[in-house]
């Protein structure tokens, strides 16, 4: 085997091994204190997808504190899916957690930028609804929708979404002209007076 043959050979392996590493891993039976046991050793150590399985499990076994503290760790850690769940915990809020919109927006955006599509849609619906503390911003809200449709993510409304969108920039573009004639009218008539 010429060098050329063996960088390949170690390349493809290298792609694929942690592929072939994780497909060995067995699902996690909720119901089994060693399963349990092993998850909670891995998120112990730091692994932030054990972080998260974790708190889904404490979750299932409704132990919300405990799923909580879990879910928070691994938000932190930078597991987007973990902050994606939380954002939308403080966006909706729940008998544990009081409905908070700016740490909704924070972790929603955090999920967001590290490219989780489904992250992306929420926040770019939030900025096109707004909230009590989000404001709407149309250049905002397309942003995250156009992104979450690049990586594939298929919500019903998106497009209607983005279509609505398009439709009052224009307008608003329309209008823009007429707006800074009247400031200028009403700044020669102050001057007037």
């Known amino acids: 085997m010429n060098k050329k043959s063996a960088a390949v050979l170690i390349a493809m392996l ?5 592929s072939i590493v994780f497909a060995q891993k067995k699902p996690i ?3 089994s204190a060693s399963d349990i046991a092993v998850l909670k050793a891995d998120a112990e150590k730091g692994d932030r ?21 879990w879910l928070i760790k691994s938000a932190e850690n930078g597991f987007a899916k973990a902050q994606y769940t939380l ?17 909704a927006l924070k972790w929603l955006t955090k999920s967001a930028e590290s490219g989780y ?3 992306q849609y929420s926040l770019g619906e939030l900025y096109y609804s707004g909230s009590e503390t989000v404001e709407k911003n ?10 979450s449709k690049e990586k594939g993510y298929k919500a019903a409304k998106a497009d209607e979404m ?4 398009n439709g009052k920039i224009e307008v608003l573009k329309k209008e823009e002209p007429k707006k800074k004639k009247n400031k200028k009218d009403k700044k020669k008539s102050s ?3």
Not at 14 to 18: C, E, V
Not at 49 to 69: H, I, P, R, T, W
Not at 87 to 103: L, P
Not at 162 to 165: F, P, Q, R, V, Y
């Open 14 to 18: 290298w792609a694929f091994l942690p």
């Open 29 to 31: 039976d909720v119901n």
């Open 49 to 69: 997808g054990a972080q998260y399985e974790l708190s889904m499990v404490y979750s299932y076994k409704q132990d919300f504190k405990n799923s909580l503290e």
């Open 87 to 103: 954002g939308t915990i403080y966006q909706n809020g729940n008998e544990q957690v009081r409905k908070d919109s700016g740490a």
């Open 117 to 119: 599509a489904k992250a």
């Open 138 to 147: 149309y250049d905002s809200a397309l942003k995250w929708l156009n992104a």
């Open 162 to 165: 983005i279509a609505d969108i």
């Open 191 to 193: 001057k007037k007076a």
